[in-house]
């Protein structure tokens, strides 16, 4: 195996890994890092730990500041209402497109992944948004653009860290069991090939999401998780 392999390996696991603990809140936002301590703990050297970093501050996820210092990215109304906006332009469209393109094979996926899906409360935290994550990637391969579940990919990772703020929020119960079915709903559209009743069931779902209910909480200062953006826009 080669050296720039084995760089590259580890570069990857570092990132994996580092990603991971921001998306879950495991590092909040706008903590700073203490990058010796952290590479440490992972059980790695510095370098790829550092390639890391460069790699998930090319995607926003963490600021550079002088003499290497960095800081997870803090979370904003503005970052939140940003990836809402196109999460709203772009999966009912995905919803239709399943609709008209599902396979057998696509149908049976999005059956299993229905019947591990849980309401999502904080009863049944972070297994409730697993199984709620692997429904709608489900559905988005479905539509079979490649280039749409990617950028739904993207967006709900990016995503998932307003999404648990939204499941701190004392609203109750009845939201997310609505929410629940409303999957169940989406997959008989997609099974019947409702292409409208599918875009127009997902742009509901959308709007009353997890992430849009941190939207508000954000912008009137119930919750706050380290915003470094809202002052430069």
């Known amino acids: ?4 392999h084995v760089f590259s390996s580890k570069s990857d696991v570092a990132y994996a890994e580092l990603r991971h603990r921001i998306l879950t809140g495991a590092l909040q936002a706008g903590t700073r890092l203490d990058q010796y301590e952290l590479a440490d703990a992972m059980g790695m050297s510095i370098t790829p730990l550092r390639e890391a970093i460069r790699r998930l501050s090319s995607e926003g996820l963490i600021e550079l500041g002088h003499h290497r210092n960095a800081r997870i990215a803090g979370m904003s109304a503005a970052e939140a209402r940003d990836l809402f906006e196109v999460r709203l332009l772009l999966e009912p469209g995905a919803a239709a497109l399943a609709a008209q393109r599902r396979t057998d094979a696509d149908l049976a996926a999005l059956r299993a992944a229905a019947t591990r899906l849980r309401p999502v409360t904080r009863e049944w935290g972070e297994e409730a ?30 995503s998932d860290r307003y999404r648990r703020l939204g499941l701190a929020l004392p609203q109750g119960e009845g939201p997310r069991t609505r929410d629940h079915r409303e999957h169940h709903e989406l997959l008989d559209l997609v099974a019947a090939g409702d292409a409208d009743g599918a875009r127009d069931l997902m742009h509901a779902h959308v709007e009353r999401s997890l992430p849009a209910t941190s939207i508000d909480a954000l912008e009137e200062g119930d919750i706050q998780r380290g915003d470094s953006r809202a002052h430069r826009r």
């Open 129 to 158: 948004l697993g199984a709620h994550r692997d429904f709608h990637r489900a559905l988005s391969l479905a539509s079979h653009n490649d280039v749409l579940a990617r950028r739904l990919d993207d967006l709900w990772d990016k």
């Open 1 to 4: 195996m080669s050296t720039a």
